[in-house]
Nanobody
Framework: QVQLVESGGGSVQAGGSLRLSCAAS????????MGWFRQGPGKEREGVAV???????SYADSVKGRFTISKDNAKNTLYLQMNSLKSEDTAMYYC?????????????????WGQGTQVTVSS
């Protein structure tokens, strides 16, 4: 059974940093794409960052230059380093995976989701 478990959310002031983690388990194949999504108050869920099975990354325009997605394959853990946080980054952040090897922020279609971790940025 596939499980994605996020951690690392919290409250931070604008300009601060947070690092989210997502522990993945239950996969038969170690190669797949993963990504971070978020859903802010009164907003639709949106893609934030994606990393494919070859380590290529893609980002939403709103976070380019501030957020960095990475993956530790040995630990089956996905990360999202978030710097220069803004109040508009406040959202529930979800980890997701797509069994396809090569996806981007525009093409990822998650098969599995984590339960989410809350990020609150105060100005």
């Amino acid at each position: 059974q596939v499980q994605l478990v996020e951690s690392g959310g919290g409250s931070v002031q604008a300009g601060g940093s947070l690092r989210l983690s997502c522990a993945a388990s239950g996969y038969r194949d170690s190669r797949f794409s993963m990504g971070w999504f978020r859903q802010g108050p009164g907003k639709e869920r949106e893609g934030v960052a994606v990393i494919d099975s070859d380590g290529r990354t893609s980002y939403a325009d709103s976070v380019k230059g501030r957020f960095t997605i990475s993956k530790d394959n040995a630990k089956n853990t996905l990360y999202l380093q978030m710097n220069s946080l803004k109040s508009e980054d406040t959202a529930m952040y979800y980890c997701a995976s797509d069994v396809r090897l090569w996806t981007t922020i525009a093409t990822i279609t998650p098969d599995y989701w984590g339960q989410g971790t809350q990020v609150t940025v105060s100005s």
